[in-house]
Every structure is written in C-alpha cells, then in structure tokens.
T-cell receptor, first 112, second 116 residues
Framework: QKEVEQNSGPLSVPEGAIASLNCTYS??????FFWYRQYSGKSPELIMF????GDKEDGRFTAQLNKASQYVSLLIRDSQPSDSATYLC????????????FGQGTTLQVKP | NAGVMQNPRHLVRRRGQEARLRCSPM?????VYWYRQLPEEGLKFMVY????????ESGMPKERFSAEFPKEGPSILRIQQVVRGDSAAYFC??????????????FGPGTRLLVL
C-alpha cells in the first residue's frame, strides 16, 4: 500500500458542479494534511490544510478529514474552468516531521 | 513579502556536467525542503535542511547529489556528473518553523533541469 494514495483521474465535471477529490493515507498517527493545486508546468500552490476531524471550509473549498477511516477529501463547489489542474494531497510522514509525502495527484477537468 | 525564490528557472546541462540549483526561502523562514518531480510523476521528497544542518536526507540519491544551507546565502542543491535521468523539475519549499509537522510549506517556482 502506498503511503498516500489518490485516484489519478482525470476527473471531469461540468462547470458549476461539485468536484470531489479523495486521498487515503497509511499512517494512523498522521496529524496534518495538506491540499496543493498544481497547474501544468507550474509549482504546487497551497490550497488548504486540515488537522482536526470534520470539515474545514474556505470559500468554495471544503476539506474533510476522517482519521478513523484514514482519508481526507477536498470538495470544490461551483467548479470553474480555472479550477482545472492537478490536485495533490500531502501528508508529513513520519508524522510530526517536515517530510511531505505526496500522492500522485488527481487531474481535474472542469468543462464549460 | 517575496515568496520562495529559485534560480535558475531553466537549466540545460550536458551529460557529465554539474548542476547547481539555488533556493532562497521566504523571509523569516529557516526551514528548506527540496523535492523532485520527474516527468509525468509525483513530487518526491529529497532533503530537509535548516541553517547549516541537514535534518533529513532520506530522499537523496546516495551518489552525485548533495545539498547545503549555509549560514549566509541561499540553499544549494548540487548534482554532479548529471545523467539524462536527472532531467526533472526541482522544487524548493520553505516553512517558518516546525511545530509537530503542522507548518505549511510554500513552494518556489522550480528549476527545470534538462540534461542533453
């Protein structure tokens, strides 16, 4: 089992829909979780981080964390074509270190 | 407040040459991380440094690669005797401090290395 797993996609949604991106991780001791967005040929850009079980909302983005099931998800409401990018889930592993382990990323395509 | 700076943005080297990649962290950040992204692959951790110290180099290839973060100046990732398989995007990230692994890392624009 990979340490951080994501479905590579592509995930295709129509403009205005909700895009749901999922990530599972292997270390039950993980405490913090990060979502980055990466446009083609660009560097990763931090979107959200979440530490506690439950939901965290920031604008059109909501991160959901379920530590018991070891998954973290990112919901994008009212998806726009400009949201089309690769979304990377990252977890510090071992936990409480600076070493980020990234999933393969999920490519999102928002169609007008 | 300037973000993480990397230079050069693009670097072309012939096999056997040396590549030096530089990273200046965000102002106030004392932790630097290097990641590599091979074509069509995910980001892979290489090394984590603080000023004058290598904290974790578990992702660094055992040969030809080295990194430093001196007391003054940028962090340097050095690749000696480059091979075509070193062609990749190399990203630097920085964070202000480490508090239980909860400090966010901010990425620079990356250096795209092409080995001919």
């Amino acid at each position: 089992q990979k340490e951080v797993e994501q479905n590579s996609g592509p995930l295709s949604v129509p403009e205005g829909a909700i895009a749901s991106l999922n990530c599972t991780y292997s270390d039950r001791g993980s405490q913090s979780f990060f979502w980055y967005r990466q446009y083609s040929g660009k560097s990763p850009e931090l979107i959200m981080f979440i530490y506690s079980n439950g939901d965290k909302e920031d604008g059109r983005f909501t991160a959901q964390l379920n530590k018991a099931s070891q998954y973290v998800s990112l919901l994008i409401r009212d998806s726009q074509p400009s949201d089309s990018a690769t979304y990377l889930c990252a977890v510090p592993l071992p936990s409480n270190t600076g070493k980020l382990i990234f999933g393969q990323g999920t490519t999102l395509q928002v169609k007008p | 407040n300037a973000g993480v700076m990397q230079n050069p943005r693009h670097l072309v080297r012939r096999r056997g040459q040396e590549a030096r990649l530089r990273c200046s962290p965000m102002k106030g950040h004392s932790h630097v991380y290097w990641y590599r992204q091979l074509p069509e692959e995910g980001l892979k951790f290489m090394v984590y440094l603080q000023k004058e110290n290598i904290i974790d180099e578990s992702g660094m290839p055992k040969e030809r690669f080295s990194a430093e973060f001196p007391k003054e100046g940028p962090s340097i990732l050095r690749i000696q005797q480059v091979v075509r398989g070193d062609s990749a995007a190399y990203f630097c990230a920085s964070s202000p401090r480490l508090a239980g692994g909860q400090e966010t890392q901010y990425f620079g624009p990356g250096t795209r290395l092409l080995v001919l």
